[in-house]
């Protein structure tokens, strides 16, 4: 980490606010149909920044070679609340938009644990969800399922690698449509939490609601604001 931070600091070309406050700090330009302001603009207009102060710190952008090693294009690193994005992944603006409110959600996520998940309604929900992917999996992968792993709710790199790897996140998208907000949400209930908060900022309420009830309630209470008193229970 120690030698991201140096590079960070070496090779900074951009720095800009996001809410005035957060250093937004660009190592590798993204690529250039993205406009970085305009994306940054509308997290700020979606997003209240009470619901992330003090959990995001700074937004990194770069092509780190964690990224590669780990093949992913985010991260959120919790114990230093910096957000890394990497730049040569994102195609559009559509792209980073997705990436920054997905990263977000889980510094959200860390912010509210006991609001979000202290009640036992999202876990249940995932789990439910979880057990109807598990039976419709079984008709085609039979023995390649790990049965006793689909009632984790934290992250299994057994199940990542069923999903990923042996379906395939194409044909996870037949398999989750109805169910999941998107192909990724089952990994984990951390993912399922995230997947629903991009969908609800992405304007499909309705859609969430209909399929996720307890998540989207969650993550609609947050966006109700201080004043109401089940926000303010586990705060």
Partial sequence: MQK???KIKSQNQIKKLLYNNIPIKVVDLPRIKVDINLVLSKIEQMIPYHLLSGYVDEINFGNFDF?????????YDKENKIIFIRSEEQDNNIDLFDDLVHEISHAIEDKYNKQIFLDGKINAEFIHKRLKLKYSL????GNQIPSHKFMLTKYNKEIDDLFHKIVGYEKMKMYTKNIFPSAYAPTSVSEYWAEGFEKYCLGEKE????MCPQLFNKIDLLFKGENNEDYKKYT
């Fill in 4 to 6: 991201i931070k140096n």
């Fill in 67 to 75: 990224f590669k090693k780990n093949n992913f294009n985010a991260f």
């Fill in 138 to 141: 079984m008709l085609r992968y």
């Fill in 207 to 210: 859609d969430l609601f209909r």
